[in-house]
């Protein structure tokens, strides 16, 4: 998803309304922050990993990836 389809979602949406995401093993929580990142794109494979990998000043996993930039949600 890109910020302009998250946009036109919530612009539709109750202000009020409370945002959260999964928590670790269950359940959600309340999103707290949101942080530009740089992330590394389609490095896991494993099914209990995301697809991808953010890098917080760390070398990419694999030095041939790809890299952008991005919002995550914390």
């Known amino acids: 998803m ?3 389809e998250l946009i036109e979602v919530l612009s539709q949406l ?3 309304l409370m945002v959260v995401m999964r928590g670790y093993e269950g359940g ?3 999103v707290d922050k ?3 990142r740089d992330i590394e794109l389609n ?3 494993a099914w ?3 697809k ?3 890098l917080n000043g760390d070398k990419p996993i694999n030095p041939y990836s790809t890299i952008v930039k ?3 949600l914390i």
């Open 48 to 50: 209990y990993y995301g």
């Open 28 to 30: 959600v929580n309340e």
């Open 43 to 45: 490095v896991h494979t």
């Open 14 to 16: 109750d202000p009020e």
């Open 34 to 36: 949101c942080e530009l």
């Open 52 to 54: 991808h990998e953010t």
């Open 2 to 4: 890109k910020v302009k």
């Open 70 to 72: 991005g919002v995550q």
